[in-house]
């Protein structure tokens, strides 16, 4: 019964939020897992940072991917942005998983990101 309950609550979600919404929404995810990550730091994995990096990297990916079609319906420049971020958060993620011994505040660039694009998403 409980599982018909949140398809249930899962296809009115799809019915109710905008696009615009679910991506913020993704990236705010995004944001607090990096922050988790970042906030438990002495006592998380090496698995949880990699996991963390490795959704906001398939999610950057997918906006990546979306703003480089032809149809997409945003002004060039707005896009151009989105791919360049894109492409610095790719290079950040690339940069930490690399490093021998990784820092915690090596995250804080790609949390504010996140949180800023959400923001602007949302209209705030």
Do not use: C
Not at 61 to 87: C, H, W, Y
Not at 88 to 103: G, W
């Amino acid at each position: 019964m409980h599982q018909q309950g949140a398809l249930a609550y899962q296809q009115t979600t799809k019915v109710v939020e905008s696009p615009r919404e679910r991506e913020s929404a993704l990236l705010m995810k995004a944001a607090a897992g990096l922050q988790r990550v970042k906030d438990e730091w002495d006592i998380g994995t090496q698995q949880e940072l990699k996991s963390a990096l490795a959704f906001n990297r398939k999610l950057w990916t997918i906006f990546m991917a979306s703003v480089t079609k032809e149809d997409n319906p945003l002004p060039q420049d707005v896009r151009q942005n989105i791919a360049n971020l894109g492409m610095f958060i790719m290079n950040q993620t690339r940069d930490i998983l690399l490093e021998v011994n990784p820092q915690p505040n090596q995250l804080d660039v790609l949390v504010r990101l996140n949180r800023q694009i959400a923001a602007g998403l949302r209209g705030s």
